[in-house]
């Protein structure tokens, strides 16, 4: 995933934290925010907290003082995951737009 990362970056300005079950890639803002455009755990490691495990490693090496990310609608069980999110993620809808949802969520300590 080496060049996945470095096309991420040269192009989008991104980055991306990978474990063996999956990855996030994310951008930083000057104002402390951050937003993740991809989160993305295997299959076989769903709801084993993987997800979790690699937001906070973003979060502990970011520190940012908010998060953004979003849902598209045409995703496979869009609503299921916006529930899980915002229950056990403690993310808030930001935006209900046409094609997607825009989630945020502060946090207590950042930039």
């Known amino acids: 995933?080496?060049?996945?990362?470095?096309?991420?970056?040269?192009k989008y300005?991104?980055?991306l934290v990978e474990s063996?079950?999956?990855?996030?890639?994310?951008?930083?803002f000057d104002d402390?925010?951050?937003y993740i455009y991809t989160l993305f755990v295997s299959k076989e490691s769903r709801n084993k907290g993987e997800a979790f495990a690699?937001?906070?490693?973003?979060?502990?090496?970011?520190n940012p003082t908010a998060?953004?990310?979003?849902i598209d609608k045409d995703s496979n069980n869009w609503v299921l995951t916006l529930v899980q999110i915002c229950k056990k993620a403690?993310?808030?809808?930001c935006q209900d737009l046409e094609d997607k949802v825009v989630l945020y969520k502060e946090l207590n300590y950042g930039k």
């Open 67 to 70: 998060i953004f990310c979003d």
């Open 54 to 62: 690699l937001e906070q490693e973003v979060i502990d090496k970011e």
């Open 90 to 93: 403690d993310y808030k809808v």
């Open 1 to 10: 995933m080496k060049k996945y990362a470095q096309y991420l970056k040269e």
């Open 20 to 28: 063996e079950n999956g990855f996030i890639d994310y951008e930083l």
């Open 13 to 15: 300005n991104r980055k």
């Open 32 to 34: 402390g925010s951050m």
